[in-house]
């Protein structure tokens, strides 16, 4: 079993930056891939990246490549979400996710979900 909680979202302005923390219970966080999704409100929860278990190899949308970046901290059970450049388009839940086997893209394949932490960006 792992929990996951979210934290760091807020509200930014159109440009700026904003670092999102996910932190994990349990010995068995390195045995999982972790995504980050998000979901605006009236639309479905879209993938915005992923990083492996080791943290060797990293997976983004298209939508926030060059934008954001996805690390892990497996001494710390963490994973973050930096996130510069922000948009307006950009404001949506965003949600941790622990994948243990299968598509990474998908919302189904992932075993554990964290509660979500609202990021607003304003133009």
């Known amino acids: 079993q792992v929990q996951l909680g979210e934290s760091g979202g807020g509200l930014v302005q159109a440009g700026g930056s904003l670092r999102l923390s996910c932190a994990a219970s349990g010995r068995t966080f390195s045995s999982y891939g972790m995504g980050w999704f998000r979901q605006a409100p009236g639309k479905e929860r879209e993938f915005v990246a992923y990083i492996s278990r080791s943290g060797g190899s990293t997976y983004y949308a298209v939508s926030v490549k060059g934008r954001f970046t996805i690390s892990r901290d497996n001494a710390k059970n963490t994973v973050f979400l930096q996130m510069n450049s922000l948009k307006p388009e950009d404001t949506a839940v965003y949600y941790c996710?622990?994948?243990?086997?299968?598509?990474?893209?998908?919302?189904?394949?992932?075993?554990?979900w964290g509660q979500g932490t609202q990021v607003t960006v304003s133009s």
């Open positions: 996710a622990a994948l243990r086997s299968g598509s990474i893209y998908y919302t189904d394949g992932y075993d554990y």
